[in-house]
C-alpha cells in the first residue's frame, strides 16, 4: 500500500515525535481524513523521508512518531537552477509544479521587460510565499525528499551574472526564439559530459528583449528547442526533460 | 506584425475564395473581432499554410482571399503516433493541446484497464471530436501547418501490434514505472540513429497493469524516465521532449 506522504521540515530522526506544520495538518485531518495509529511517510525537504505512525491529530495540530528512514525518489545528477522569468496569471503556479517534478534544484523567478507584473506587485501578493507552496505540493506528488527552494524574485539585471556570478551556478543556457540571433545553438550541439551544476533561463510569454538576450549572452549560450512555437508555461518542461536526456539522466 | 491563424481545410492555392470553418469564423469575427480587408494566415492542417485577406466577415460566415504559400513551423524529422491511454476528466485535453504543440504526427486514444471510463462513454460524449478541435486549436497556436489525426478510441488490446501491426508504426516505445519489469530499458540506451517513425504508449494515472505491459513487450520495447514520478497528463509531453533531444530533432 502507498502510504501518503507529508511535509515535515522538523523530522530529523527515528523516535521523535514531531507536529506537522498547519497546512500539513489540515491536508492529514481534513481532506485525507487520518486519525491517530495510521501510517504515513514524512519528508524534511531536505532530503531525508521516513516512516512514520499519527500519533494525535485534532483540527488544532497533528503530532507524529518518526520512525525508519525511507528511500526517496532519487534527486537528478544536474542540478539545475531554473532563472524562470514571471509569467502572468497562476501560470507560475505550474512551472513551479512542473519544475519540482521534473528535478528542478531550485527557481529563481525574475522580473523581465516583457513580465506584466512589478515586483512590489508579487511582493504584495505574497507570491513566493504561494510558489513555496506548490513546491512542497509538488514534491509530495513526485517523491522527491527535498524542497526545492523558490528564491526571492529578482529584475532580470541583477541576475544577468554581470553582477553577481553566484546567481547563475554552472553552465547557463538561455532558452531564445529561433533565428533570433546569430550566435544561437541548437541544444543538441552542447558538448561534453553532463555538468554538475547548471542554470536554465526561460523569458516571459512574449520572449526576452534583445538588450535581455545581449547582456545575457556576455555569460550564457542561448539554445533553442526547435523551430514550433512552445507555450510559455510549458517551456521549462520541455526544456528540462530534452536536456535530461541530453545529460543521459533517463 | 504577427498575424492570426485560422485553420481553412479547403485552402489549396493562391486566389481561391473560401469560406473558414463555423468555429473559426467565430473566432475571427466574435473573438479577435477582426473585418473585410484585414489580414490573416490560414493553414490546410495537411501541411499547406498560405497568407490571407477577409473578404466578408459576418456572423452567419467568413470568406477569406488565399494569397501567397507561408511557411509554416517545421515538422518533427521522426513522425511519432503517440497511443495515449484515456485520462480523467478533462486532462486529454490537455494531453492533445502538449503533444499538438511538441510535434506529434498521430494520437491514437486507447481504453486501458485503469482508464476509468468506457469507450461507449467516450462515443456518447463525442470526446474523440472535441479532442479534434483541441487539435487544431493547439497547431493555430504553435504554428503548424499540419493537424495531427486524433484517432478513433480503441481497447489497449486492439492496438497493442498483436491484432494489427500497422497501428504502431516503427519501433513502438511504452513508458513504465521504473523496476516495474525485468526487462526495462532507459531512454538513454536506445541504439541506433533516429528512426523515421516512431510509436509511444503512455499509460493512464494508475499505469499500465502487468497484463498490458506482458501483452506489449513482445512488440514494444519498455522504457523508463528516472525515479522521479510523472503526472500522468505530463508524461506524454516529458517523454516527447525526451526522445526529441535523444533523436536530435533539437
Known amino acids: 500500500?502507498?502510504?501518503?506522504?507529508?511535509?515535515?521540515?522538523?523530522?530529523?530522526?527515528?523516535?521523535?515525535?514531531?507536529?506537522?506544520?498547519?497546512?500539513?495538518?489540515?491536508h492529514l485531518?481534513?481532506?485525507?481524513?487520518?486519525?491517530?495509529?495510521d501510517r504515513i511517510v514524512v519528508f524534511n525537504g531536505r532530503g531525508q523521508a521516513f516512516d512514520a505512525i499519527v500519533q494525535s491529530a485534532r483540527k488544532t495540530g497533528v503530532d507524529v512518531v518518526i520512525g525508519s528512514p525511507?528511500?526517496?525518489?532519487p534527486e537528478a545528477r544536474v542540478s539545475v537552477t531554473l532563472v524562470q522569468a514571471v509569467l502572468k496569471g497562476d501560470k507560475m503556479d505550474d512551472v513551479v509544479r512542473d519544475a519540482v517534478m521534473i528535478g528542478v534544484a531550485a527557481i529563481q523567478p525574475?522580473?523581465?521587460?516583457?513580465?506584466?507584473?512589478?515586483?512590489?506587485?508579487?511582493?504584495?501578493?505574497?507570491?513566493?510565499?504561494?510558489?513555496?507552496r506548490v513546491a512542497i505540493s509538488s514534491a509530495k506528488q513526485c517523491g522527491r525528499a527535498i524542497v526545492p527552494a523558490v528564491l526571492e524574485p529578482e529584475p532580470f539585471e541583477a541576475i544577468s551574472g554581470l553582477v553577481d556570478d553566484r546567481k547563475l551556478p554552472g553552465p547557463a543556457l538561455m532558452?531564445?526564439?529561433?533565428?533570433?540571433?546569430?550566435d544561437v545553438s541548437s541544444l543538441g550541439d552542447l558538448e561534453g559530459p553532463a555538468p554538475r551544476e547548471a542554470?536554465?533561463?526561460i523569458g516571459p510569454e512574449g520572449g526576452w528583449t534583445p538588450e535581455e538576450t545581449a547582456l545575457a549572452s556576455e555569460r550564457c549560450r542561448l539554445i533553442t528547442l526547435g523551430g514550433r512555437t512552445i507555450r510559455g508555461d510549458a517551456m521549462a518542461l520541455v526544456a528540462m526533460a530534452a536536456l535530461f536526456a541530453k545529460w543521459r539522466e533517463y
Chains 1, 2 share one sequence.
Request: glycine share 6%; net charge positive; aromatic share 2%.
Open 1 to 26: 500500500m502507498v502510504h501518503a506522504r507529508f511535509h515535515a521540515p522538523d523530522a530529523h530522526a527515528p523516535g521523535e515525535v514531531i507536529a506537522l506544520p498547519a497546512d500539513e495538518a489540515v
Open 199 to 201: 542554470s536554465l533561463l
Open 29 to 37: 485531518t481534513r481532506v485525507l481524513r487520518l486519525a491517530r495509529g
Open 110 to 132: 525574475v522580473v523581465a521587460t516583457r513580465s506584466e507584473v512589478a515586483r512590489g506587485a508579487l511582493e504584495r501578493g505574497r507570491r513566493r510565499e504561494r510558489w513555496e
Open 175 to 182: 532558452l531564445v526564439e529561433p533565428g533570433s540571433q546569430a
Open 70 to 73: 525511507r528511500e526517496a525518489a
